[in-house]
């Protein structure tokens, strides 16, 4: 099982980008994929979620409404589109699947290895 993350950078607030999270090895499309992130200091939190089918996906609060999850199965990829950067959202993303749509860290099976993200002021 692989997972890699990539598409992190530099960005000023209220500037986007787009992570792309690239699985392999497993039948990727049976499972959910989550993004979660990790400031400094800080433990790792939940972003964003997405269902098998990419039927469902679920956000942290922090995040709704200025970010995107979405996943071709076709090509085994999960993207996260995050508009109207601010400082706070500065951190390492990472990816990772569970074989349930949930927010919880403890529930994802396999991880990958994140990208960083900053966000200037």
């Known amino acids: 099982v692989q997972l890699q993350a990539s598409g992190g950078g530099l960005v000023q607030a209220g500037g986007s980008l787009r992570l792309s999270c690239a699985a ?3 039948t990727f499309s049976k499972f959910a994929v989550g993004w979660f992130r990790q400031a400094p200091g800080k433990e790792r939190e939940f972003v964003a979620t997405i269902s098998w089918s990419g039927g ?31 400082p706070e959202d500065t951190a390492v993303y990472y990816c990772a699947v569970s ?23």
């Open 24 to 26: 392999s090895g497993f």
């Open 56 to 86: 469902a996906a679920v956000y942290a609060d922090s995040v709704k409404g200025r970010f995107t999850i979405s996943r071709d199965n076709a090509v085994n990829m999960v993207y996260l589109l995050m508009n109207s950067l601010k």
């Open 99 to 121: 074989t349930y749509v949930t927010r919880w860290p403890q529930s994802y099976d396999y991880w990958g290895r994140g990208t960083l993200v900053t966000v200037s002021s």
